[in-house]
């Protein structure tokens, strides 16, 4: 049973600066592609970062290109968001999910097998 762990939120000052940690508990934590979504309220959940198994190749929405940095510590099970210049439109909660599903990283949560509880993350203008 996999279980995701999510932390690091809070309130932030626009173009501040926060680092999202997720948590994940059970098995090969190494062989899972593992993505950073978030929801604001009122809206569909959407895709911010994903990482494959090796690390080495991530893929971000176009919003947050430049911005954050996705990353993955297989010997700790844990995966990173390390976020700047944050706008006050990226309010809302921010969710690690992983899939089982290989190949390309997959940008639609449905293909997400496992999800965490969420962190907040509030950006005052």
């Known amino acids: 049973q996999v279980q995701l762990t999510e932390s690091g939120g809070g309130l932030v000052q626009t173009g501040g600066s926060l680092r999202l940690s997720c948590a994940f508990s059970g098995r090969s934590f190494s062989t899972y592609i593992m993505g950073w979504f978030r929801q604001a309220p009122g809206k569909d959940r959407e895709f911010v970062a994903g990482i494959q198994w090796t690390g080495i190749k991530t893929s971000y929405a176009d919003s947050v290109k430049g911005r954050f940095t996705i990353s993955r510590e297989d010997a700790k099970n844990a995966l990173y968001l390390q976020m700047s210049n944050l706008q006050p439109e990226e309010t809302g909660t921010y969710y690690c999910?992983?899939?089982?599903?290989?190949?390309?990283?997959?940008?639609?949560?449905?293909?997400?097998?496992?999800w965490g509880q969420g962190t907040q993350v509030t950006v005052s203008a």
């Open positions: 999910a992983a899939t089982t599903k290989w190949g390309a990283i997959r940008q639609q949560p449905e293909d997400y097998d496992y």
